[in-house]
């Protein structure tokens, strides 16, 4: 569960980097979270290789940066990736990002979200596709 001044930031912006761990390289990419609950969720929507590296090594670290009153705001949070296989719970996440993020994310904007059949699949199937809950072990919060 999220701290409350890490929370306050978090709840203003809406997406960020990833870095996972590619055998023996970093993998960075620009994900889009919600919250929930207090916590963070990220949809990997298909399989590839964001999936190929959870398979190895679900360790990850997450960057996000947003302005707050003219200044810089530079979050690092690292921890782990927990897929979640509660129907009830990625449902409701998977509402959010269709609500709150389909609409500004050019990447999702490209799927079709049938919330009660994906979420069957993702909770019901072997797919490494799905709702994945952040596990922060620590963060840091920079501000200039």
């Not at 979050?75 to 996440?93: A, N, S």
């Amino acid at each position: 569960m999220l701290n409350e001044e890490l929370l306050n930031y978090l709840k203003k912006h809406w997406r960020g980097v990833l870095g996972l761990i590619d055998v023996d390289k970093p993998y960075c990419i620009p994900m889009a979270y919600i919250i929930y609950n207090n916590d963070v969720y990220f949809l990997f929507v298909k399989e590839g290789r964001k999936t190929e590296c959870l398979k190895r090594n679900r360790n990850a670290c997450y960057l996000v940066e947003l302005l707050e009153h003219g200044k810089h705001v530079s979050i690092l949070m690292e921890g782990y990736l927990e897929k979640t296989y509660d129907l009830e719970k990625v449902k409701k996440v998977l509402e959010l990002f269709v609500k709150h993020i389909v609409p500004k994310d050019a990447y999702l904007r490209g799927f079709e979200f049938n919330i009660d059949e994906l979420a069957r699949q993702y909770v019901y199937s072997d797919t490494y596709a799905g709702i994945y809950r952040f596990v922060i072990k620590n963060y840091s919060i920079m501000i200039k």
